[in-house]
């Protein structure tokens, strides 16, 4: 009888998640049917009868309008999460950063960092000053930090060592930080991980899996493993991602969007996935036991690129999670969990390259038997995150081919309506891709704490509309490069995982032309062509030969860190983390700048780490929960 009530609430729980998820589907489903209705009676324009070719455009359509629109629902679910999570959530999770008492016995827990030649200084700074945020908590002596290398660079191998040495003398003998170094890197970071595992699966009943540029804060990683701790049958509990510490405009676009937008996304995320949500590679708290009976990951038959080794591997070890029967959730109302992204176009393009391939092989994987169908349409949607490029560039060719056809032969006389309801299609498309902005944006407002942090009302106002305006014309360049990548490995063509850049070195006029002079080559022919054979649609496709004809000083604009610089001068584009640096980031960057000067001073002894103005409470001020 003591376990009704909990067995009631889970019934209840399931069944209206159910019905939510079912909602989703309808309302996307029924706007996705009306807009493929009209977008076939935009179609009609035209003369003749294209049988053939108005179902392939149909059917392209009907795919990406519905991924538009589910994304779309998505957000308006994660509005309604936070307008009604103070009293009337649906779907309630436990309070942030509940008291945890000395002595409580949360799990023992692994904080695991793998590392392929990244910069000493930052890795080891960061593991000091994760290790000094546990210590504020009282909880430090339940977590050991694991520094996986599988650096191969001897120079920065050696660094990784002396780094070590800094970081044991600080700490002194009571912290445990483990550091081991691989001569050969087999199987990359996931075979990195899976040695680990095998080997220290009987210590550790959790492992809290960083990247190499991830921080997270004492009280997140406490509140992570009390919540572990609560739920014997949580496998995976993903924190979400929010990037940092970067200056050129284009990495400053990623971190407003991502502090402005991405929590309407991730509530609504959270809140129709629940129990079968994700996982996403790093920032995330894994129970051992059950990830290493269930999710090793298996070698794929035939040659890469969709064959071999599991590229991307945390979709796929979220979905065996699921399939063992334990759950995978998103502790959407956690902060204090950092990470960096890539500071110029044609990094974040080459590290997308590297995710398509991994994600390419998820088509495989969908056929893995007794995955959860909330599994399957994860790996669905990594898929189409990249096959949606090549889609969107065929429709629109095949789109302006029928048109010419159709100017040639001339149009209907009888349907001079179907320009105008081109347009409201247009309309609407454009609408569901910048409301859910706007349902950020309106959220941020009426939320008067949360807007202080990024600024005024102006300032924030004229943020979103650089965002909007930039990422309006990279999405062109980013579609091309999408497609060729797409096209590449369906050619056969495998790509290596390497080491992501992570400075702010800005691109020249020249590196610039390298990389995207063929973007602006396809953008003036598409400007020359239809200028001369489709002067009608022209200003239809203003959005993408604009893009691509731009390409050049886009790069060399988006991936400058002065550029940048100016507008947060001008407190454009700011995120709370630079307005009131929480104390771990200035702690890690402090410590950072120390770590890179006894790198550079191979003279130093050790001991010299000893006294640092990284440690001083002044300069840290006071402690809080970030």
Wanted: hydrophobic share 45%; glycine share 8%.
């Amino acid at each position: 009888m003591n376990g009704e009530p909990g067995n009631l609430h889970e019934m209840y729980s399931g069944a209206l998640r159910l019905v939510l998820r079912v909602v989703l589907v309808v309302l996307a489903v029924a706007v996705t049917t009306w807009a493929t209705w009209v977008f076939h009676g935009v179609l009609q324009h035209l003369e003749g009868e294209w049988i053939v070719l108005d179902t392939v455009l149909l059917a392209m359509f009907a795919v990406l309008f519905f991924w538009i629109a589910f994304s779309f629902w998505t957000a308006v679910a994660g509005l309604m999460q936070l307008l009604r999570r103070d009293q009337f959530s649906l779907f309630p999770i436990s309070s942030p950063y509940r008291p945890v008492p000395r002595g409580y016995q949360l799990p023992r827990t692994a904080i695991v960092m793998p590392i392929y030649n990244e910069n000493p200084a930052m890795v080891f700074a960061t593991v000091q000053a994760m290790h000094a945020s546990l210590a504020r908590t009282g909880h430090e002596d339940r977590f050991d930090f694991h520094v996986l290398s599988d650096t191969n660079n001897p120079q920065i191998a050696q660094q990784e060592q002396r780094a070590y040495q800094i970081l044991q003398q600080r700490l002194g003998p009571d912290a445990v930080v483990h550091y081991r170094r691989r001569e050969q890197n087999t199987g990359g970071k996931s075979g990195n991980l899976d040695e680990f595992c095998h080997r220290c699966r009987q210590q550790y009943e959790c492992m809290l899996v960083l990247d190499a540029d991830s921080v997270m804060t004492g009280p997140t990683i406490v509140e992570m493993a009390r919540r572990m701790r609560g739920d014997p049958k949580l496998g995976i509990l993903q924190a979400p991602l929010k990037p940092v510490g970067r200056h050129s405009l284009f990495a400053r676009m990623q971190q407003f969007a991502a502090s402005v937008y991405a929590e309407v996304y991730t509530a609504g995320f959270a809140l129709w996935t629940q129990s079968d949500s994700n996982y996403f590679g790093h920032n995330a708290l894994i129970r051992l036991q059950p990830f290493v009976e269930h999710c090793e990951l298996p070698t794929l038959p035939g040659d890469p690129p969709l064959g071999g080794q599991i590229l991307s591997h945390d979709f796929v070890e979220a979905a065996l999670m699921r399939r063992a029967g334990y759950t995978v959730r998103m502790a959407w109302d956690l902060i204090g969990s950092y990470e960096q992204v890539p500071t110029r176009l044609i990094d974040f393009a080459r590290r997308d390259q590297r995710w398509c391939q991994g994600n390419m092989q998820h088509l495989r994987v969908l056929a893995f038997h007794g995955l959860h169908p909330v599994s399957r349409w994860h790996l669905v949607t990594g898929v189409m995150s990249y096959l949606s490029s090549p889609l969107w560039l065929m429709m629109m060719l095949i789109g302006a081919a029928a048109a010419l056809a159709g100017s040639l032969a001339g149009f209907n006389s009888h349907n001079d309506s179907s320009p105008v309801v081109g347009v409201g299609l247009f309309v609407l498309t454009l609408a569901m891709l910048f409301l859910p902005r706007f349902f950020a944006f309106m959220s941020l407002v009426l939320d008067r704490p949360r807007q202080e942090a990024h600024g005024r009302d102006t300032h924030i106002a004229f943020s979103v509309l650089i965002e909007c305006v930039f990422s309006a014309l990279i999405a062109p360049i980013l579609m091309l490069f999408h497609s060729r990548f797409v096209l590449n490995i369906f050619r056969g063509r495998s790509i290596r995982w390497n080491r992501q850049p992570r400075d702010d070195s800005g691109t020249g006029w020249r590196e610039a032309a390298a990389n995207f002079g063929w973007s602006t080559i396809i953008g003036l022919v598409a400007l020359i062509g239809g200028s001369l054979l489709l002067p009608q649609l022209l200003w239809w496709f203003s959005p993408i030969w604009g893009g691509l004809c731009l390409s050049i000083p886009l790069a060399v604009i988006l991936d400058s860190p002065a550029v940048g610089r100016w507008l947060q001068r001008h407190r454009l584009l700011l995120i709370p983390e630079e307005i009131q640096p929480p104390r771990i980031l200035r702690h890690q960057s402090l410590l950072t700048e120390r770590y890179d000067a006894l790198l550079r001073d191979e003279a130093a002894p050790a001991s010299s780490a000893s006294s640092e103005p990284g440690d001083d409470p002044q300069l840290l001020g006071a402690t809080s929960p970030t």
